[in-house]
């Protein structure tokens, strides 16, 4: 039974970083691309930025957040991290992890088979 875990969302002002951490069980970890999404409220789920399953693999980062955003994996303890910097009031919204069975990314929602319970972000 795979389990996503989110943590780390919260109210930031504007120009603020939070570090978003999604820990994972039950799903063999070390060889899948791991991705995060989010979705505002009234609005479709927007990708962000995933990464593939080696540790040391460059993420795949959307145009919205490109220069802002950091993604990483740690295939020891089973997580996957966005770091969040220069963060805009239009970043505001739920952001979710989500797991793939494929060992590439395609930073598409319909590529990952599993999601977590998502955590929420706030710029104000």
């Known amino acids: 039974h795979v389990q996503l875990v989110e943590s780390g969302g919260g109210s930031v002002q504007a120009g603020g970083s939070l570090r978003l951490s999604c820990d994972v069980s039950?799903?063999?970890?070390?060889?899948?691309?791991m991705g995060w999404f989010r979705q505002a409220p009234g609005k479709e789920r927007e990708e962000v930025a995933a990464?593939?399953?080696?540790?040391?693999?460059?993420?795949v980062i959307a145009d919205s957040v490109r220069g802002r955003i950091t993604i990483s994996r740690d295939n020891t303890n089973l997580s996957v991290t966005l770091q969040m910097n220069g963060l805009k009031p239009e970043d505001t919204a739920m952001h979710y992890c989500?797991?793939?069975?494929?060992?590439?990314?395609?930073?598409?929602?319909?590529?990952?088979?599993?999601w977590g319970q998502g955590t929420q972000v706030t710029v104000s």
């Open positions: 039950g799903y063999t970890f070390g060889r899948y691309c």
């Open positions: 990464i593939t399953a080696s540790e040391g693999a460059l993420g």
């Open positions: 989500a797991a793939s069975s494929l060992n590439y990314c395609v930073l598409e929602s319909s590529f990952f088979q599993w």
